[in-house]
């Protein structure tokens, strides 16, 4: 077991593994690396990437989930309609939620400008490639993690937790990748119309603004939400 990895770190991280400083300290990214190893097979990518725990002293404990498990009551079938039928409801009102709205308008638009330009020269100007770069992570990645803070959001105010911190929570969490994520795309995007004096460009950085605004509106204490690793300078 690698005792130097960094908990939850992947659940607040771009997925940029190829630019990230802690590969070395991720357990997602070793179980990636470990599945392919093992010709796509997730369990055993999974076990050679983080082991099974084993006590120090001999014999195998009871592990945690199988004490859940045997604890665990099977739910009946009326239970099991009302938990599906809530979470169709939270997936609705999320989709019709502004900021999704907003958020889809950006990905297709960017899609399709993406879509519509050449590859840049082998001898483009670089901090146009390292923009366009951005642009293209980004522009499916926002949309992923801003889905996940309202949806996690609408969960939290349903099944409140009375110590559910307000600031070090899912949702919080979530929007702070999405808000860094527009932020770096509005000046790239600003970076690509001006060297190419593309106005569809321009509106792309005016959509971004106008989606981070909406974000940091919606999710006020998400810039102070701590990711682990990332805003952990002593680590
Ligand atoms: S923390 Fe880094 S290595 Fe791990 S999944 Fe995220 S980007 Fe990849």
Redesign the pocket.
Same mark, same amino acid.
């Given at each position: 077991m690698n005792t130097d990895r960094i908990d939850f770190?992947?659940a607040y *991280?771009? /997925?940029?593994?190829e /630019? *990230? +400083?802690?590969?070395q300290r *991720?357990s +997602?990214?070793a179980c990636?690396v470990a599945t392919a190893m093992c010709d796509g097979d997730l369990a055993a990518g999974i076990e050679l990437a983080v082991g099974v725990p084993q006590p120090a002293g001999g014999g195998r404990e009871k592990a945690v989930g199988d004490r859940l498990l045997e604890q665990y009551e099977e739910p009946s079938a009326q239970e099991i309609a009302a938990a599906m039928e809530e979470e169709r409801a939270r997936a609705e009102r999320v989709e019709s939620a502004e900021i999704s709205q907003v958020a889809w308008t950006y990905m297709m638009l960017s899609h399709e400008w993406l879509k519509r330009r050449d590859p840049p020269p082998a001898d483009a100007d670089p901090v146009v490639r390292e923009a366009l770069d951005i642009v293209a992570w980004d522009s499916t990645l926002v949309g992923a993690k801003l889905h996940r803070a309202l949806l996690a959001r609408e969960r939290s105010a349903e099944e409140a937790w009375p110590d559910d911190d307000p600031v070090q929570n899912d949702a919080n969490g979530s929007a702070k990748v999405a808000l860094i994520s527009l932020e770096r795309s509005e000046s790239s995007w600003r970076a690509i119309a001006q060297a190419g004096r593309d106005a569809q460009a321009a509106d792309l950085e005016a959509l971004a603004a106008r989606l981070r605004a909406l974000v940091g509106g919606e999710f006020p204490h998400a810039m102070a939400f701590v990711r682990p690793?990332?805003d952990e300078p002593w680590r």
């Open positions: 770190i992947s *991280c771009d /997925r940029w593994c /630019r *990230c +400083a802690f590969t *991720c +997602a990214y990636d690793g990332f």
